[in-house]
């Protein structure tokens, strides 16, 4: 996991509320067995749509996905949430986030930023307006900012989890902070009890 600080850039306005994860990513792209190519698959079923938002030029390259309510319900699949990196965004806004959803984010590397439901609404508001406005997502200040569209605040993120964002740490890098201590217990252990290598 690469390491994230900031997150600066356009963002794609999504609204709608309560998508699920077979929104995100359909189940049909869950057979592939390698983790790549998820980016075609995003919102696939939505995007048949020429209407839809993310077949709208004026999005291109956006960084930051910003949704309605209750983003990343429905199942546990961290296809979806390598969908939505893969696609391009390192970060996503909600006013609320699916529990399992955001914990996948975290465990990732794409940052959830829970605002509260004024801001989100502010933030789909003034982003549907201008295509160009720049939203920041200051990690280590826990603060979301558009200064063209006069949007600041700040975004709940444990010190655990800020932490992993902030050094790029996933569960095996949180590991072998360890490594010392793992190498040593292996060499004491006595000879008659089962290794992994």
């Excluded at 993310?54 to 309510?69: K, M, Q, S, T």
Aim: with cysteine; hydrophobic share 40%; proline share 6%.
């Amino acid at each position: 996991m690469q390491p994230v600080e900031i997150v600066s850039g356009t963002a794609v306005p999504l609204r709608r509320s309560d998508v699920d994860t077979d929104q995100i990513i359909p189940s049909d792209w869950l057979k592939r067995v390698e983790r790549t190519g998820f980016d075609k698959g995003l919102f696939s079923e939505w995007r048949d749509n020429r209407e839809f938002v993310l077949n709208d030029e004026r999005f291109e390259g956006a960084v930051v996905l910003v949704a309605g309510p209750n983003f990343g319900t429905g199942s546990s699949r961290e296809h979806a949430v390598w969908a939505i990196q893969q696609y391009g965004f390192a970060a996503v806004v909600s006013p609320r986030f699916a529990d399992i959803f955001r914990n996948n984010c975290t465990k990732n590397g794409l940052v959830p930023v829970q605002v509260p439901a004024e801001v989100g609404e502010a933030l789909l508001d003034a982003s549907e307006a201008d295509p160009g406005l720049v939203v920041t997502i200051d990690v280590a200040n826990l603060t979301l900012e558009a200064p063209d569209a006069g949007i600041s605040c700040s975004f709940p993120l444990d010190s655990a989890t800020r932490e992993r964002f902030l050094k790029g740490l996933d569960d095996i890098g949180i590991s072998l902070r360890h490594e010392d201590a793992i190498v040593g217990y292996e060499a004491d252990r006595p000879a008659w009890l089962p290794t992994t290598s």
